[in-house]
């Protein structure tokens, strides 16, 4: 089992949608189309009730095959990184189970084999985490109540980027925003390894508008396949061909 790559939406929001179409349908078409989506939704330090308009967070991530939490602005960091890496260890461990189907049979999962097999498999997964090659395509609710945020949120994505560059396998990542005045959404930084010119980038960024993020992550998903063809041309390899486990 060689390691392949996954893709993954990491979305960041603190309200409810409200223009367009069904954001967790759109998350169920992207989870079909091998992008897991997973979501962040940030309270103020101040609030002591989850607001209703963060419900649907669990519900898009649950249909985008990915990991949902809601957190306070302070914890947003550890946050991020957390649920980036438990949405690979879950896909991972999904290809897996599908794997151990095929061989022992269906019904059969990590969990049901004898506790020598069980570590060893999981210990496959752990190493296929750390040498897989991974696109996060962020994803930044920029709305008016996200403003004061915002901050928090480069902060949060600076550091995520250094935690899995700690990774052998390589990363890609690139950042849009929503709502945009001309689109859907906003591209604020193109495919790149490293988020090095978040700073000079998230102290430009306006808010205000409407929260269309049924829209937003459709628009999201086309950018998958503008990601920059050097890699795979210089290797040999067919840039349009998608790797596997």
């Not at 990184?81 to 896909?91: D, G, I, L, N, Y």
Request: proline content about 4%; overall charge negative.
């Amino acid at each position: 089992m060689k390691a392949g790559r996954l893709k993954q939406i990491l979305l960041l929001t603190d309200g409810c949608s409200n223009h367009g179409e069904d954001p967790i349908a759109v998350a169920a078409l992207a989870r079909n189309q091998g992008v897991t989506v997973n979501v962040i939704g940030v309270l103020d330090d101040r609030q002591n009730e989850k607001p209703q308009g963060l419900e649907e967070v669990e519900s898009i991530a649950e249909a985008g095959g990915g990991v949902s939490q809601i957190v306070y602005q302070k914890s947003l960091s550890q946050t991020v990184q957390m649920v980036t890496r438990q949405a690979m260890t879950q896909t991972i461990q999904g290809v897996v189970n599908k794997e151990l189907q095929e061989i022992l049979g269906e019904g059969k999962s990590i969990e049901e084999l004898p506790p020598a097999t069980r570590s060893e498999v999981v210990e496959v997964v752990e190493d296929l985490g750390e040498a897989c090659e991974l696109e996060v395509l962020v994803l930044v609710d920029t709305s008016a109540s996200m403003h004061h945020k915002l901050p928090t949120v480069k902060e949060a994505l600076y550091d995520l980027s250094l935690s899995l560059n700690a990774r052998t396998g390589s990363n890609q990542f690139s950042i849009y925003t929503f709502p945009d005045v001309k689109n859907t959404i906003r591209r604020v930084i193109k495919w790149t390894p490293e988020l090095g010119e978040i700073n000079g980038v998230f102290s430009k960024l306006s808010s205000g508008g409407y929260t269309p993020t049924g829209p937003a992550l459709k628009e999201a998903l086309y950018a998958f396949t503008e990601k920059p063809l050097f890699r795979g041309i210089q290797d040999g390899e067919d840039p349009y061909e998608e790797t596997g486990f």
